[in-house]
């Protein structure tokens, strides 16, 4: 097999040597399909059935031929790729399909504004970035109300209105100037606490600075938590852990109240400070082990933004874009966010773009002008996006329904599998085309070898390496959930290739009983 690559001296060093030495360092020669080929070393080219799939960006296979065609035409008739500046560009024609499809999904005549990005972290960080806007704004709106109290209460006190017990005890005493001073250090401590952002546990969102904060897995996040906003993560099983971690962050500010009377009376209030900026999940979580929210999950999520103020965001950049088999995952669970964030197959496998869809009634057309990208909008990608949008809503939708039909049919030949290997299959989990098969845990395994190694954790790489070799299925763990291998291959996944993963699976589970690590290749 032509699987030794050589070690790279200028980028990937240390990862191809790692790939390398467990022997699926390959390269690539060719793609397409559900389909990666490279040739060996007898000159014959072998096809590998591709579990990995760009992690969800081919929905629609690898090099799909109309998406391709379509790029070339694109370029062969010079469409204009950088005009910015201009006014028009079809990223415009991009959110008005958006619009149609959610919109339909949603059951909502609410329009979602558009901001575009490259990549799915971009669009996160862009999503960060409006959220954040929209609190400094909420913050700007209280401090303003606060101002205007606190002017009214100094008008009352000059007509002899009296400070109450509790505003005395603020002030120390019935003296308005020191009641307004301690208001206003209150509120200038608040504002210059950093704000915090709400995510679930083994939730990913990306790996740029911001963004990689919300993203669970402290390997990623950890080193470079002193670069940014941090969050409070929400274990997915106890939403009725959000309450309590809203409070444990409280912040609250002064507020004056002048009542009725015939001077009046000066009364102190607190009122909450908006510490949070935004709520982000993935209605199907991809790198935590392909979890899908429940319908009640998704309420009290929604519940729980609608009580504290701030947007609830779906990252859809895995799990969107038809592969569940609806356009948006979470519309399965009657999920209402305010902003929904796509990326990975909107750019058809061959593009990159992503972009964060907002609500018009928390959308902020300043950010317009406040963010914006070399490539943010350009004629290639959104002319590839247009292209995906149209191929998944023609014929009335038959994407979405070939989407949720492989995954029927997937998921009761892993489940078929999991009857007759229950000591070796934990669960089979997904929607359509977004699938997880986790292995049962091994180190309790009755047999030495099999349990050594996966106490020493090697045991997984030692499954997708066999997977690999012997039967040319390609397959990557999820980052968060080691034993759970995670399966998004195109909807054009093919009743021959739903048969090759059976046999792959069945021989790793066969293996895994007999205890005889020695049969993986
Ligand atoms: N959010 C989710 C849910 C993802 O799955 C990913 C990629 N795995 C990202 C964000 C980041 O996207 P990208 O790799 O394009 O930056």
């Known amino acids: 097999m032509n699987s030794t690559i050589g070690t790279p001296e200028f980028a990937d060093t240390l990862m191809v040597g790692r790939l390398d030495s467990f022997g699926v360092a390959v390269r690539y020669t060719r793609a397409e399909g559900t389909k990666l080929y490279y040739v060996d070393d007898d000159g014959a080219e072998v096809a590998v059935l591709d579990g990995v799939s760009g992690f969800g960006s081919l929905m629609f296979g690898h090099n799909n031929p109309e998406i391709v065609e379509h790029a070339k035409s694109l370029l062969d008739q010079r469409i204009p790729v950088h005009a910015q500046m201009a006014g028009y560009s079809l990223a415009l024609n991009v959110a008005t399909e958006l619009n149609k499809i959610i919109r339909r999904e949603l059951e909502t005549e609410d329009k979602f504004f558009a901001l575009f990005g490259n990549t799915g972290a971009e669009a996160v960080e862009i999503a960060i970035k409006h959220a954040e806007f929209d609190r400094v704004s909420r913050v700007a709106a209280l401090k303003a109300d606060v101002a205007a109290h606190v002017e009214q209460a100094r008008a009352a006190a000059a007509g002899g209105a009296v400070l109450s017990a509790a505003a005395a005890a603020v002030a120390g005493g019935q003296d308005i100037e020191r009641l307004t001073a301690e208001v206003a250090r209150r509120s200038a401590e608040a504002e210059s606490r950093p704000p915090l952002l709400l995510a679930l546990e083994s939730g990913f969102h990306g790996k740029l600075v911001s963004s990689v904060q919300l993203t669970y897995n402290p390997m990623f996040r950890a080193p470079f938590a002193a670069l940014a906003a941090q969050t409070r993560f929400i274990p997915r099983e106890q939403p009725e852990m959000i309450a309590k971690v809203v409070e444990q962050d409280r912040v609250a500010v002064l507020d004056l109240v002048v009542t009725a009377g015939p001077a009046g009376v000066i009364d102190v209030v607190e009122r909450d400070f908006p510490v949070f900026t935004a709520f982000m999940i993935e209605p199907i979580m991809g790198e935590g082990g392909i979890h899908p929210l429940s319908a009640e999950l998704g309420r009290a999520l929604r519940e729980a933004c609608d009580a504290i103020g701030v947007p609830l965001v779906a990252d859809e950049i895995q799990s969107g874009m038809g592969r569940a088999g609806t356009f948006l995952s979470g519309t399965q669970i009657g999920l209402r966010p305010d902003y929904i964030i796509l990326a990975k197959a909107l750019g058809g496998g061959i593009a990159k773009l992503g972009v964060v869809l907002i609500n018009e009634h928390r959308y902020h057309g ?130 021959e290739d739903i048969a090759q993963v059976d046999v792959a699976f069945r021989d790793v589970c066969d293996i895994l009983r007999s205890g005889d690590t020695s049969r993986f290749e």
């Open 366 to 495: 300043d950010l317009e002008f406040l963010h914006s990208s070399t490539f943010g909008k350009d004629g290639f990608s959104s002319g590839i996006a247009l292209k995906v949008l149209e191929m998944l809503e023609a014929d009335d939708g038959a994407a979405y329904r070939q989407a949720a039909e492989r995954g029927e049919k997937t998921i009761a030949m892993m489940e078929a599998i999991r009857a007759d290997y229950p000591d070796c299959v934990k669960e089979v989990r997904g929607k359509g085309m977004i699938l997880g098969f986790e292995f049962e845990d091994q180190s309790g395994s009755a047999s030495p070898a099999v349990a050594e190694s996966a106490k020493q954790g090697v045991l997984q790489l030692h499954i997708i390496r066999h997977l690999f070799r012997k039967h040319r299925f390609r397959v990557a763990r999820t980052a968060s959930s080691p034993w759970t291998v995670r399966f998004e291959p195109s909807i054009h996944l093919s009743d």
